[in-house]
């Protein structure tokens, strides 16, 4: 290979010369000149896709939104039918003006979130930001790190503002918040630590890959993934949920007699029943499942316990224990796995397209690797057009809250978990009449009415 070609290569990469020609492709877009490559331009062809699937992503969100107010205000006036001789008229407009405040608040949030995105992408964020690191940083792993950290710790204190609203306005005015501001803070500076803590070796390993990894760098990076989720899934009951919470064995006699004659029925060996203390942040009720193996454990909210009687419990826990019945825990893991392989393949080719970071925006690194910026691009971009799946995941979600209810119901007297259910739509000021399209994107689990219809049957 003679120097000539060196030369030639050299040229290729330099980044003014690269520049010019993104800078020559805008201008031409701007005056609506001739397309370039076979008819069209990649990178413009992105940034077009970028700004129609934003726009449609924000009308999308803002028409569900907007159709849930309508709903949920147009039934304010009066119970359902089916409630009206167990949910009083006052409850019913509280879970309606809740309902519609937090609308209010997600309104913003939608429009915030899209604001944001422009500014990192087209509007150059993410490439200032990069450009800023690189006049003090040298190009290499530390600097890409930084990059990414840049990103998040940015995009979370621009989200700041909003989830102080939410927490101390809405959820304080509807009398849920139980968080004084000195808690939240340290909520706040704890999740800090315990993201970097346990995030930052991850990220660090998964550039670390990109970089050197070759062609299928993906494939390596998509097993650290999944050994680190197993690992943060085994150790978040023991190490990391007791960090923001106190659980405390299930102490209640009665209550435990009854657990441990369902777990026997059941064919569960009983182990890991904890409550946990909830109401230090909210009057809001639950009770979940968590971890799996050695570690898996039936959680209950102190509120929940407060609640309910023990045998609208023991139906809540049927419920729970449905989900492990159904290995719904295992499913999950299994589609979240396929998911992030699909994704990381996907960004694998994505990264080696400089029209990709281009198209978004953003000028690839001359020197050094542009993995962080692919990856922040990923990350950033996804979401927009990931939501028109939304339904899919929600609707899978839903079969499973249901599989869960029938598997409860064969377990212990339908009646106990209709009741229990009732109280806790209640407690939690949840809207008996929400929008039906807005429950088929946004709903994890079925309204009320839905869920209690298919119990009566
Ligand atoms: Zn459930």
Redesign the pocket.
Known sequence: MGVGVLAAEAAVFDRDQVRGKVIAVRDRSCRGGPPTIRGMNPSLNLTLLLAVGLLAHVALKLWLNARQVRHVASHRAAVPEAYAHTISLADHQKAADYTLAKARLAQWDILLDAVVLLGWTLLGGLDALNQWLLGFMAPGLLQQLALVVGFMLIGGLLGLPLSLLQTFGVEQRFGFNKTSPALWLSDLFKGLLVGAVLGLPLLALVLWLMDVGGAIWWLWAWAALVVWQLFLMAIAPNVIMPLFNKFTPLEDEALKARVQALMQRAGFRAKGFFVMDGSRRSAHSNAFFTGFGASKRVVFFDTLLQQLSPAEMEAVLA??LG?FKHRHILKMMAVSFATTLAGLALLGWLAQQAWFYTGLGVMPNMDGSSHALALVLFLGVVPVFSFFLAPLSSWRSRVQ?FE?DAYAGSQTPAADLASALLKLYQDNASTLTPDPLFVKFYYS?PPASERLARMQA
């Open positions: 419920h729970e989900h809250e869960a689990h």
